[in-house]
């Protein structure tokens, strides 16, 4: 695998499966989504999310709360059937006054399945 500006491509075709593990911090008033896209075009083009993911996951947080986590786990599979122009970005945002951020212990596994 290779990782360029959020942006992942596959060394080879096959269906890979996709473990994003992720560890969500923030304070108070806050919204945080991540999500997965695909593309075939070399990065061109974006499926918008339902392709890879089934969509995306939102956290909601409100009130005065100090030091709200959340973690979880997205799966999925991709058929790459071409690895010069398959592309897979796993984003992560928020918005609103709580500092929302991606913490340690968030990581993604790639494995190769046929």
């Given at each position: 695998m290779?990782?360029?500006s959020?942006?992942?491509?596959?060394?080879?075709?096959?269906?890979?499966?996709i473990?994003?593990?992720?560890?969500?911090y923030?304070g108070?008033?806050?919204?945080?989504?991540?999500?997965?896209?695909?593309?075939t075009?070399?990065g061109?083009?974006w499926?918008?999310?339902?392709?890879?993911?089934?969509?995306?996951?939102?956290?909601?947080?409100?009130g005065?709360?100090?030091?709200?986590?959340?973690?979880?786990?997205f799966?999925?599979?991709?058929?790459?059937t071409?690895?010069?122009?398959h592309?897979?970005?796993?984003?992560?945002?928020?918005?609103?006054g709580?500092?929302?951020?991606?913490r340690?212990?968030?990581w993604v596994?790639?494995?190769k399945?046929?």
């Amino acid at each position: 695998m290779t990782h360029s500006s959020g942006v992942w491509t596959f060394p080879s075709t096959g269906v890979w499966e996709i473990r994003w593990y992720f560890n969500l911090y923030s304070g108070a008033n806050n919204q945080f989504y991540i999500g997965g896209y695909t593309s075939t075009d070399s990065g061109s083009s974006w499926d918008g999310g339902t392709e890879l993911m089934g969509g995306t996951w939102w956290a909601n947080w409100t009130g005065n709360y100090n030091g709200d986590n959340s973690s979880g786990v997205f799966g999925a599979t991709t058929n790459v059937t071409n690895a010069t122009t398959h592309r897979i970005k796993l984003l992560g945002m928020g918005s609103g006054g709580g500092s929302s951020q991606m913490r340690k212990g968030t990581w993604v596994m790639f494995t190769k399945l046929t």
